[in-house]
């Protein structure tokens, strides 16, 4: 039942708004830990891969090569204040040396930083516990008496430590565990090297003047640490890019709490990835290195065999013996945890550095296809690449839900367009396909007469040239999109206006936009924001007439007071955004933003050529009302009325389609 489904929602919300959570981009507020940056694309799970060496440090020799996590797009911006520290992990694939350590800067308030390597006492099994079952774990740190920082230190080595190591929280594994990390690697003796963070960019630190290089052995784990600088607990920020869709856990050390100011303090580790590089001198034998030519297939309307192909190299920089033995597909369909192996042929090159190629087989549609490549070499060494998901998809009706950043069923997703109906939760029924698969193509919009977006926690795609293509292809498409987050992910948070020529304008209607109208400073986005029917409008008007709360002479509030409260209804921070529209749309949602000022949240709009457009800058579920009453699940939500208003046949008892 959706209640229940509520309380789960409320409560994980509730534990993650206590931390410093998100500050957009552009606008002004207290520095905040987590800020969202401009690019979003879906990613896929996996470890540290082997890149190739950025050029242009100089005096180093040998098999060069960066161990890195950028399989996927790093769009985070996480932030650390001052004396905070973050530290991102690596495993030695094989023996190596250490040549230089590089992070990537978001944010440089503070650009004074300063950098070490060190040994992790953990295993690998350890860290990534805390990603599948612990989540965010407060760790501990080493006692420091009278250093004017909280008396704690982060290491074992560094020079202030006066006492053992403490440990925070109260989970059973931090009692078995103890300190992740062991010593210093470099520099010797609790030191750091001072560095500057630029803006945007990736900071190198080389480690070339060194007599030796710092050695790691394969097997060994090791982190790079960056340390704010600033002298000013909370203050100061410096910026990482980060991201969360790697199940690879970072840690960072909060100097001042991170939770609680001046209580939990010390190492966390948090469910983010730091984009952080380790240059390396490879000098034992490692495992095959293989390039996919499209790392990522993406889902398909056809049911035939996909071609994969794959560079595959192999060296031994110990000397020994080397060349691909082996390369081959491997594929999990469905729920099926039965691997199909499909072997791959060499087809140019040779083995020591050779072209690979195999076919996943086509299968039928609604399939879940899973795959990766490994490469074996002739020592008996393996490597695999991640995995990647694409899916078989064959359009059936005539309306489109695209799922865009959000899962392609349950809670939410099912319950959009809902009827009312509190006892069993039961939504309209509508002939519709659902897409949560990536990017529009033509191919795929052409077979649809109607397209409902949703992008409510944030697009993972940006379709509108695909769209307006398509909506001009033909007078009778039409197309409604919505979610308090589409706009700013384009714009960076920014407001700005809008002119002929853009989407916004020529599509949507919009002139101006103004982001996050709920938010100055941290905590906002957990407040609900006062909303305002429009009477007359096309979808608002049948909500109007079920509700009082209409906009009159001025802002008020009282009986059937309605409220867009995300963090209830979805468990979603409220990002709620305001427009300006041009003048043929008709305005049918307004919303109070938190300066007092009333905007434009939802409008229609019908274009030149007859096609009809709909808009919500907010989320269409989230909509209640004071007393409670959950509007944004009604047959008078503005959603169900678009359905309406467009001329979709829907049906509220599922049993009289069977």
């Not at 359009?395 to 392609?408: A, S, Y």
Request: aromatic share 12%.
């Amino acid at each position: 039942m959706k209640s229940l489904l509520t309380i789960l929602f409320l409560c994980a919300t509730l534990l993650s708004a206590q931390t410093k959570l998100v500050k957009p981009i552009g606008q002004s507020g207290p520095e905040n830990e987590i800020l969202k940056i401009k690019k979003a694309i879906s990613g896929y799970k996996g470890f540290s891969a082997v890149q190739p060496y950025d050029p242009g440090l100089s005096g180093l020799n040998g098999v060069i090569d960066t161990l890195s996590y950028r399989s996927i797009d790093f769009r985070t911006n996480f932030g650390m204040f001052g004396q905070d520290i973050m530290a991102q992990w690596f495993e030695a694939t094989t023996d190596l040396t250490i040549n230089a350590i590089s992070f990537f800067c978001t944010d440089e308030e503070n650009s004074a930083v300063s950098v070490k390597l060190v040994r992790l006492s953990w295993d690998k099994d350890q860290i990534l516990e805390t990603a599948t079952s612990l989540g965010a774990t407060w760790w501990g740190y080493y006692e420091a008496s009278g250093n004017g920082l909280n008396d704690i230190t982060p290491f074992q080595d560094e020079p202030d430590r006066t006492g053992v190591w403490v440990e925070g929280g109260s989970i059973a594994q931090q009692n078995q565990w103890g300190t992740p990390f062991a010593k210093d690697i470099w520099p010797d003796f609790g030191g750091w090297i001072p560095a500057t963070a630029v803006l945007n960019e990736e900071t190198w630190v080389s480690m070339d003047a060194l007599d030796s290089l710092p050695e790691i052995k394969a097997g060994e784990l090791f982190a790079v640490a960056v340390k704010n600088e600033g002298n000013t607990l909370d203050a100061g920020r410096t910026g990482l890019r980060a991201t969360n869709n790697l199940g690879v856990p970072g840690f960072k050390f909060y100097r001042n709490g991170r939770l609680q100011t001046g209580t939990d303090y010390g190492w966390w580790t948090r469910l983010y990835t730091w984009d952080m590089r380790v240059a390396v001198n490879f000098t034992g034998d490692r495992a095959p290195h293989i390039e996919l030519a499209e790392p990522v297939l993406a889902t398909t309307l056809l049911e035939t065999p996909r071609l994969v192909s794959a560079t595959i190299i192999d060296d031994n920089p110990s000397g020994g013996p080397a060349g691909v033995a082996s390369a081959q597909i491997n594929i999990l369909l469905n729920e099926d945890t039965t691997l199909v192996i499909v072997p791959m042929a060499l087809v140019s090159g040779d083995s020591l550095n050779g072209e690979w190629q195999g076919e996943i087989p086509g299968y039928p549609e609604t399939s879940k296809i899973t795959w990766y490549v490994t490469a074996t070499d002739i020592l008996g060494n393996t490597n695999q690449t991640t995995q990647s998901t694409y899916h078989v998809f064959q359009p059936k009706n005539p309306t489109l839900l695209v799922m865009n950043g959000q899962k392609e069923s349950g809670y939410p997703t099912d319950y959009y367009f809902g009827t009312d109906d509190f006892e069993n939760f039961t939504p309209f029924y509508y002939e519709h396909d659902v897409w949560a698969y990536g990017p529009l193509t033509k191919e795929l919009v052409a077979n649809y007469t109607l397209i409902i977006e949703i992008a409510t926690r944030g697009p993972l795609d940006i379709n509108n040239e695909v769209i307006r293509e398509w909506l001009e292809g033909n007078w009778n498409r039409d197309y409604m999109l919505a979610g308090d987050e589409w706009l700013g992910v384009q714009t960076r948070w920014l407001n700005q206006s809008w002119e002929e020529g853009s989407f916004h304008y020529d599509i949507l209607g919009i002139t101006y936009e103004y982001n996050d109208i709920n938010y100055v400073v941290t905590g906002d986005q957990n407040k609900r924001s006062q909303v305002f029917t429009v009477p007359g409008s096309y979808l608002g008007d049948r909500l109007a007439r079920f509700s009082k709360n209409v906009i009159i002479d001025s802002v008020t509030t009282g009986v059937d007071t309605l409220w867009y409260d995300p963090v209830y209804e979805i468990g979603v921070s409220n990002w709620l955004d305001g427009v300006d529209v041009t003048d043929d749309c008709d305005v049918f949602l307004k919303g109070v933003g938190i300066d007092g000022n009333i905007y434009n949240i939802g409008h229609y709009r019908r274009l030149p050529n007859g096609n009809q457009v709909a808009f919500f800058a907010y989320d269409p579920l989230s909509i209640n009302a004071s007393p409670y009453y959950w509007f944004g699940f009604s047959e008078s939500s503005p959603q169900v009325e678009v359905l309406k208003h467009f001329g979709v046949y829907i049906i509220d008892n599922i049993d009289a389609v069977e």
